[in-house]
């Protein structure tokens, strides 16, 4: 039979395509039509057909009658087995649970018996070990009995034996502890004896390879103790005897192969040398080794080992530090000797490699030479810097003669320059710059500043003979040596500067000297480096000014100093008040014999320690001052008396007489004191009539009109002379 297409049928033989309006009603006839004609071809299709269906119907048929009396035949099954086996499996699980309940029972008994006796066992071995006097045996029965009992098993903890056993084992377990501590204590015996200005140690060490003290050292080392009491003693051999050795004077003597004495002498300010420190050391680690070195483990570690892992890096560093350090030379000569201090070091090396002290065979004591260089430039700095230190403290007063009198004049050459071009060169280089340049004016200096410039000069020397890095930490070693002159010697000497004219005199020169060195000191330092590249500039004429101003402020605060105590002396006279008296006490001359006596004795102290020009310009700023402050005590003065004025003529004379006494050369003073003709002339109008005055006056073009304003001389006449017609007619001349 084909395939039957619904849609194809109804499109082509029910609903015509080119008919637009149909009723369902006039195609129901066709759609009914078709159905029978369907009918018919499906029963023609099954009469045709191979297969009885008829048949097929009928034998589903009974064979859904037989399933049918299957299922009740299993029913009936399935209710029999429920009723006859129920009974016989409910039975059989009551059964299970009785078994299964005495099993457990019998279970928890068998635990209990074999944890007793385990415990039993632990403690027969350490009957056994305590019989045999084996604390190794022991000590493993407990440890192991207290491990166990840790995880009892169920109803153990119930038993009176647990609690008994338990407290038992533990206090056994301390006390073996504890004898063992005292078995240690008595191999490793060490006293201390400590004294005001000396400890005396004590160390008796009888460990050996024997049986009982390798019983004992393993019997510590199972109970975890070992590794602490190897720490107690490591640090006790390093605070106690390693540093004391290093940084105090010692004494070490191994009385016998188990007994060493160490004695340490407190002594201030010692350091013992690197030999006698690294001998010590021998001596203290050939003893350690021959008593230390035994092994007790399977690791065949030994005891000296085992120290030397906990303490061998504190060890280095305070060796190297502490010591070693201080064998770094200051300067160049020594620094090229210093493979013998190298060669000391690594045999101790060396040997403590073989006492199994360094457990690495790479731990090494050198590493500090790797940085040889700096170590040497910063112990040069340090050694320039504290000497120089030591310089600035000495007395400003151990004084030396330095510079020249005269500029030498220029050697005339024999032979003239062939390069006419550098010939006219160096004329007006010599033309431009002064000689005096280059020289230093002949003074005296502080001894201790001469030696302060040789010491710079030396380190400039040696820094031209090492490497980059050590030449230039002494380059600003050499400038921080000025810088440190400014701050410590104004300090350390300030009582002296201030109240002592020589030290202030010395002090601005060393100021001066300084300087002048300075000047030329980068140049100098580049003509020793010649052929090396510098990356950093090298000069200290920066330095110069700043030097020079030290030395002139505090020259100047003394000149302040004598400044004042000449006006006080003055001031303090009857010269302050001469308004008031008619005739001056005898202080007032006493004071100016006073300020003549300051100014001879500050004379006596300054001429030939500074130079010629900067002591006479120094005395010439004091005594015009002192003339400065006479002459104004009498020119503000309204009214003189005869009497007074004999005694300012006198006074004044007497300074006119004695002033140039105070300069090397009698005549300085006129040209280097501004108010000296005045004073000379004021002693004249003291002592001279109204016609010698009128003369000196000379209508304004006499050596008074020079040196005294009009009102000056027209007041000053007016205190000493009586109102005559004499003086009238002198004063309306003075105009």
């Known amino acids: 039979m084909a395939e039957t297409d619904v849609n194809e049928i109804l499109r082509t033989r029910i609903i015509d395509v080119d008919e637009s309006k149909w009723k369902p009603s006039d195609k129901i006839p066709?759609?009914?039509?078709?159905?029978?004609?369907?009918?018919?071809?499906?029963?023609?299709?099954?009469?045709?057909?191979d297969f009885d269906i008829e048949t097929m119907l009928h034998e589903g048929k009974e064979l859904i009658i037989e399933s049918k009396t299957l299922i009740l035949e299993m029913e009936r099954c399935k209710n029999q087995i429920e009723e006859e086996t129920l009974k016989e499996i409910l039975d059989s699980m009551e059964n299970h649970d009785i078994i299964g309940k005495e099993l457990k029972?019998?279970?928890?008994?068998?635990?209990?018996?074999?944890?007793?006796?385990?415990i039993g066992n632990f403690i027969k071995a350490f009957?056994?070990?305590?019989?045999?006097?084996?604390?190794?045996?022991?000590?493993?029965?407990?440890?192991?009995?207290?491990?166990?009992?840790?995880?009892?098993a169920e109803g153990v903890q119930d038993l009176h034996l647990f609690d008994s056993t338990k407290v038992t084992a533990q206090l056994t377990y301390k006390n073996l502890i504890f004898d063992m501590c005292k078995e240690w204590d008595r191999m490793v015996a060490c006293t201390s004896d400590h004294g005001p200005?000396?400890?005396?140690?004590?160390?008796?060490?009888?460990?050996?390879?024997?049986?009982?003290?390798?019983d004992v050292l393993k019997a510590l080392d199972k109970c975890g103790t070992l590794v602490d009491k190897i720490a107690l003693f490591a640090h006790f051999i390093l605070r106690e005897l390693i540093l004391p050795i290093i940084r105090n004077d010692c004494t070490v003597f191994a009385e016998t192969s188990e007994l060493m004495t160490v004695t340490i002498v407190y002594r201030d300010n010692y350091k013992p040398p690197y030999d006698e420190v690294i001998t010590n050391l021998r001596l203290l680690f050939?003893?350690?080794?021959?008593?230390?070195?035994?092994?007790?483990?399977?690791?065949?570690?030994?005891?000296?080992?085992?120290?030397?892992?906990?303490?061998?890096?504190?060890?280095?560093?305070?060796?190297?530090?502490?010591?070693?350090?201080?064998?770094i030379p200051n300067n160049i000569v020594q620094l090229r000797k210093y493979d013998k201090v190298t060669r000391v070091v690594e045999d101790f090396q060396n040997f403590l490699h073989a006492a199994k002290f360094f457990h690495d065979e790479n731990f090494t004591i050198l590493n500090y030479l790797q940085n040889i260089d700096e170590l040497f430039a910063a112990k040069a700095s340090q050694h320039f810097l504290v000497s120089a230190r030591s310089l600035m403290f000495n007395d400003l007063s151990e004084s030396i003669l330095i510079g020249v009198e005269n500029i030498p004049e220029d050697p005339k050459d024999d032979e003239k320059c062939d390069d006419e071009m550098i010939e006219q060169g160096l004329e007006v280089f010599h033309?431009?710059?002064?000689?005096?340049?280059?020289?230093?004016?002949?003074?005296m200096i502080s001894r201790a500043a001469q030696e302060l410039l040789d010491l710079v000069y030396v380190g400039m020397e040696q820094a031209s003979q090492c490497s980059y890095i050590v030449s230039k930490k002494l380059y600003y070693t050499a400038r921080l040596i000025f810088e440190l002159y400014d701050a410590v010697v104004?300090?350390?000497?300030?009582?002296?500067?201030?109240?002592?004219?020589?030290?202030?005199?010395?002090?601005?020169?060393?100021?001066?000297?300084?300087?002048?060195?300075m000047l030329t000191f980068?140049?100098?330092?580049?003509?020793?480096?010649?052929?090396?590249?510098?990356?950093?500039?090298?000069?200290?004429?920066?330095?110069?000014?700043?030097?020079?101003?030290?030395?002139?402020?505090?020259?100047?605060?003394?000149?302040?100093?004598?400044r004042k105590q000449i006006l006080d002396n003055i001031r303090t006279s009857d010269l302050n008040c001469i308004v008031v008296k008619d005739v001056l006490g005898d202080n007032a001359e006493a004071a100016v014999r006073q300020c003549l006596r300051q100014l001879q004795l500050l004379k006596n102290v300054w001429i030939g320690v500074l130079p010629r020009n900067v002591f006479i310009r120094l005395m010439a700023t004091l005594i015009n001052m002192f003339i400065d402050e006479l002459i104004h005590r009498v020119c503000t003065v309204e009214d003189i008396s005869m009497e007074m004025a004999t005694q300012l003529n006198e006074m004044y004379s007497l300074v006119v007489q004695k002033v140039p006494q105070l300069f090397p050369d009698g005549t300085d003073v006129n040209t280097y004191v501004k108010s000296w003709i005045k004073l000379q002339e004021l002693v004249f109008v003291l002592g001279g009539s109204l016609r010698d005055i009128d003369v000196h006056w000379d209508d304004g073009s006499g050596p008074l009109a020079k040196h005294f304003t009009t009102d000056e001389l027209r007041s000053l006449i007016k205190a000493l002379f009586q109102n005559t017609q004499i003086r009238a007619n002198l004063l309306s001349k003075i105009k």
Not at 105 to 115: A, E, H, P, R
Not at 197 to 214: F, G, P
Not at 292 to 298: E, K, R, V
């Open 522 to 562: 980068g140049d100098r330092w580049h003509s020793l480096m010649q052929g090396r590249d510098l990356d950093y500039a090298v000069g200290f004429v920066d330095l110069v000014p700043k030097l020079r101003e030290l030395g002139c402020r505090h020259l100047a605060a003394h000149m302040q100093q004598q």
């Open 197 to 214: 200005e000396s400890t005396v140690i004590k160390m008796n060490l009888t460990l050996d390879k024997t049986t009982s003290t390798l």
């Open 431 to 443: 033309q431009t710059i002064p000689r005096s340049l280059f020289f230093f004016p002949r003074c």
């Open 127 to 152: 009957d056994v070990g305590t019989e045999f006097q084996s604390y190794l045996k022991a000590v493993e029965a407990v440890f192991d009995l207290l491990r166990y009992i840790e995880k009892p």
């Open 490 to 517: 104004p300090y350390h000497h300030e009582n002296f500067l201030q109240t002592i004219p020589q030290y202030a005199a010395l002090f601005h020169n060393n100021c001066m000297f300084l300087a002048h060195h």
């Open 105 to 118: 029972s019998v279970n928890f008994c068998l635990n209990i018996l074999n944890d007793v006796l385990q």
């Open 286 to 327: 050939h003893y350690l080794s021959d008593r230390l070195n035994i092994s007790f483990t399977n690791l065949n570690t030994p005891i000296i080992t085992m120290i030397g892992r906990l303490v061998c890096e504190e060890f280095r560093d305070v060796l190297v530090n502490d010591c070693l350090l201080d064998t």
């Open 30 to 49: 066709l759609i009914n039509k078709e159905i029978e004609q369907a009918k018919a071809e499906m029963k023609t299709f099954l009469q045709n057909s």
